[in-house]
Structure formats: C-alpha cells, structure tokens
Nanobody, 125 residues
Framework: QVQLVESGGGLVQAGGSLRLSCAASGRTFSSYSMGWFRQAPGKEREFVATINWSGGNTYYVDSVKGRFTISRDNVRNTVYLQMNSLKPEDTAVYYC??????????????????WGQGTQVTVSS
C-alpha cells in the first residue's frame, strides 16, 4: 500500500510559478514510476508528466513542455512538479499517482495503482 499526499497548490497570477510536492509513504517509493495528472472543471482528468523510478527519464504533455519540470527525491520519497510561466488554462486540481516501475514512462492510466487526494491550482489572468 502507498499513500500519496499532494501539497503546494494555490492561487497565482498568470506568468507566475508554483511547485507541487507529493509525499509518499508505505511501500518502497523507488518501485514506482510517478505521474502528475490534472482535472479542470467539467473536463476529464488528463496526463501532465511522468518520471521513471530513478528520475533519469521524464515525459510531458505538449502543452506543458518547456514550462513544467517533474523530478523526484527517492530519499525523501517525494515527487515534485515545478510549474513556471503558468497560464489560466493550467487551472485544475492536480493529482500525483504511482505506477509499478515495470511500465516505465508508458504506464496506462488504468495501471496507476495509487492516487493522491489532489491539490488545487488556480491561475488568474
């Protein structure tokens, strides 16, 4: 069992930055690839970024490339999402999720075993 707790969300003006954190407890954190997802009001949850077990490989949705950076600290059992140059369309609840490491960066949505409760990010124009 893995418990995930996100933090770091808030209200920021367009062009600003936020860093989200996702603290994991339970089973071995490094056994999992980690992903960030987001869900805007009235929309489906969408993939944002993923990182492999070691942190050596990452992948992003096109809309955040060059603005967001995913990273992880396997000593602190934490994954981060640094968000720069935020836009109003980035407004959403952001979730972290854990996928068994065998999937690497190509973990299907339904293979993410554990999810956090989400943290709200609001970007004002």
């Amino acid at each position: 069992q893995v418990q995930l707790v996100e933090s770091g969300g808030g209200l920021v003006q367009a062009g600003g930055s936020l860093r989200l954190s996702c603290a994991a407890s339970g089973r071995t954190f490094s056994s999992y690839s980690m992903g960030w997802f987001r869900q805007a009001p009235g929309k489906e949850r969408e993939f944002v970024a993923t990182i492999n077990w070691s942190g050596g490989n990452t992948y992003y949705v096109d809309s955040v490339k060059g603005r967001f950076t995913i990273s992880r600290d396997n000593v602190r059992n934490t994954v981060y999402l640094q968000m720069n140059s935020l836009k109003p369309e980035d407004t959403a609840v952001y979730y972290c999720a854990a996928c068994p490491t065998g999937w690497g960066l190509k973990c299907p949505y339904d293979k993410y075993d554990y999810w956090g409760q989400g943290t709200q990010v609001t970007v004002s124009s």
